[in-house]
């Protein structure tokens, strides 16, 4: 038995300090036995047992952001906590990417705060967010479509090049001994994701499935503490997407990265995540275990229709 | 790679020379530039520099445009603050046009780096646009500094020690160095990770503001290179003329250089801009040579003075219809089929 549909709060503090929070409402802690039965039910998540209880790395409170008419995220309060796969779901203009930009500071929000690790990020320029450890793959894994697969991995490690362009121009000690390091860690993550053979080849060029395993591994390279990953399964066929899913487990296993992930197929969050937050027109409306949130009256009436 | 080409080491394999082809094309070019004085008359190795000139102001512009994707139409202005520094350092103050020369690229630098300001926040048409608005302000400026379209430099200035740069000679070899020092830099920026960064800058600036590129500062970077090398090739342009005037640099020139560009190889920083200077430059003055007078004898004398534009636009348009990539593309399916030979795959 899964013990709660919310997340019980570590910190039973929290719903003082907003009392808007409605979903994180303070939740009476699993007794050793209930989380016992709840490692030995359900072995298909190493990090089950994380759940609720890890430290919070990224989280946001209160976020307003609208576009003209269009309120896009409407006072959306999320926590993400350490080691944690979470599916963000919800129909179409739920909000899902818009939240995702705001916490990688495409958008800056109206109101609210978004915080990672303790610091305060809302103001904070995208390229900075990287540094700290927030990575992002795109709903279209083709972004840099005139790259080689090389080069997009590669491109991401630049937030950490130091040197200046003379020295690039000049192409010194510094700049060559940058390159080489660089390219080590790309082929790296080029190993660990098997993406050898398509090294050299233009990222458009790939099929779509290749083209989403380039974008994590261009992720992977920056190696981040959170990756957001928009839709990393849209349109693809169902073994690509088993891939796709292999590579994301194989990745949590390894180095335990905390994951973030904008999905639209159900089943595929309900197997992989941790935890689901289902949001609806710019709200969270519902946040907790998988296999509660498809017998949750409010996600069954956003994604059908009431 | 070649068959039979193998490295072991990244840095092999990220060099600028890796195939033994690489080498020789390496050698045949010292060897034809170097030697190119000794071959050719005064008015081919006049040609020869002033194509070696464009072709450091278009690597820059290539810079901004092909590789960092922010379009300037004030390329030829920013020639012209590099020219007029060089000229004005040499007249007013007395320094000599090589020790002007990187003050040109410095203080053209400075002007881009101004122009990049607008690109912070505009893009496309609007950036064209903002920076049309610069190329017309300079060029005012240009014609309140120099009013009678004629600033000479001084021929003594061209002297330094046992150089001089008064003949086409040494002057060829003096702007055949820096033109391949320039080349250079260019091709090392591209394949470096600001390099990167512009490209991502290019193809799509949301995308690499998330993936963590500073963008404000790689437009900034890719403006100011682009200004710097546009003042360089100001400064020789200056270097090479007995006088200049601000005729020179205005927003056709700067069209042009757009154009080469465009037909060379957006994004080809390097080989892609010397073969839109060859085409669009060299290509184009020797054929005005023999064609304008065969159209001045057959009665299109008012044609014949169009008839650059007309054969400029049309090529533009067509390049860029058949070969988005530039000629460069083509070179390079060449290339590739040479390298497939005798299969077609």
């Known amino acids: ?306 | 790679m070649p068959a039979g080409v193998f490295k072991e080491t990244y840095e092999g394999d990220m060099a600028f020379i890796r195939y033994p082809i690489h080498k020789a094309a390496l050698v045949l070019a010292v060897i034809a530039g170097l030697s190119a004085p000794l071959l050719l008359d005064t008015y081919y190795l006049n040609l020869a520099i002033t194509a070696l000139i464009f072709w450091v102001a278009v690597i820059g512009l290539n810079i901004t445009v092909g590789l960092a994707g922010q379009i300037s139409l004030a390329q030829a202005a920013l020639m012209g603050v590099g020219a007029y520094t060089v000229a004005f350092a040499a007249l007013k103050l007395g320094v000599n046009v090589v020790l002007a020369l990187p003050l040109a690229g410095i203080t053209a630098m400075i002007i881009g780096l101004v122009l990049s300001l607008p690109s912070f926040k505009l893009k496309e048409y609007y950036l064209a646009m903002a920076s049309l608005a610069a190329q017309l302000l300079l060029e005012y400026a240009f014609s309140r500094i120099d009013p009678d379209q004629y600033t000479p430099i001084p021929p003594e200035a061209k002297r330094l020690a046992s150089i001089d740069l008064n003949e086409p000679e040494a002057l060829y070899y003096f702007t055949f160095i820096v033109a391949a020092l320039m080349a250079l830099a260019a091709g090392n920026i591209a394949r470096s990770s600001y390099g990167r960064a512009m490209k991502a800058v290019r193809d799509n600036d949301v995308a690499a503001s998330i993936v963590g590129v500073n963008v404000p500062l790689t437009k900034a970077i890719a403006f100011g290179i682009g200004g710097f090398y546009a003042g360089i090739a100001g400064g020789l342009y200056a270097i090479y003329s007995v006088g200049i005037g601000w005729e020179a640099f205005t927003l056709v020139n700067s069209i042009e250089l757009l154009g080469m560009v465009l037909i060379g190889g957006p994004g080809r920083v390097v080989w892609g801009s010397l073969l839109g200077v060859l085409v669009l430059r060299t290509g184009w003055t020797l054929l005005e040579s023999n064609l304008v007078p065969i159209l001045a004898a057959m009665g299109f004398s008012a044609f014949a003075s169009a008839i650059k534009y007309i054969v400029l636009g049309t090529l533009i348009t067509v390049v860029i219809i058949l070969e988005p990539e530039g000629l460069i593309a083509v070179l390079r399916r060449v290339k590739e089929y040479f390298r497939l030979w005798p299969y077609s795959y």
């Not at chain 1, 549909?5 to 303070?26: C, D, Q, S």
């Not at chain 1, 967010?129 to 997009?152: C, P």
């Not at chain 1, 169902?238 to 590579?247: F, H, P, S, T």
Request: aromatic content about 6%; proline content about 6%.
């Open chain 1, 1 to 306: 038995m899964y013990y709660t549909l919310n997340p019980p709060a570590t910190n039973f503090n929290e719903h003082l300090i907003n009392p808007n929070w409605v979903h994180l409402v303070p939740h009476p802690q699993p007794s050793m036995e209930e989380a016992k039965v709840d490692m030995v039910w359900d072995k298909s998540s190493l990090y089950k047992r994380v759940w609720g209880m890890g430290e919070r790395i990224l989280w946001a409170e209160g976020l307003h952001l609208s576009f003209g008419g269009v309120r896009a995220l409407d006072g959306v309060s999320i926590v993400i906590r350490k080691g944690e796969l979470v599916g963000l779901i919800g129909p179409n203009g739920a909000g899902k990417t818009s939240l995702l930009n705001v916490i990688s500071g495409i958008y800056r929000p109206e109101r609210g705060r978004v915080y990672f690790k303790g610091k305060d990020i809302t103001g904070m320029p995208p390229h900075e967010r990287v540094k700290l450890g927030i990575a992002r793959t795109f709903q279209h894994g083709e972004m840099f479509h005139g790259m080689t697969v090389l080069e997009a991995i590669m491109l991401r490690l630049h937030p950490w090049h130091r040197g200046s362009i003379i020295e690039a121009a000049l192409w010194g000690f510094r700049a060559k001994r940058w390159e080489v390091e660089a390219r080590e860690r790309a082929e790296h993550i080029i190993d660990l994701l098997e993406l050898q053979e398509y090294r050299h080849r233009p990222v458009g060029s790939l099929p779509p499935g290749i083209q989403k395993k380039v974008d994590l591994a261009a992720a992977l390279v920056q190696d981040p503490e959170v990756i957001l990953m928009d839709e990393p399964m849209a349109g693809l066929s169902r073994e690509e997407k088993e891939d796709i899913i292999r590579a994301i487990i194989e990745v949590r296993e390894t180095r335990g990265t905390t994951m973030v992930l904008v999905e639209h197929d159900l089943e595929v969050v309900s197997d992989i995540c941790d935890r689901v937050i289902v949001m609806d027109r710019g709200r969270v409306i519902f946040d907790g275990h998988p296999e509660d949130a498809v017998r949750d009256e409010a996600v069954i009436t956003a994604y059908i229709g009431g």
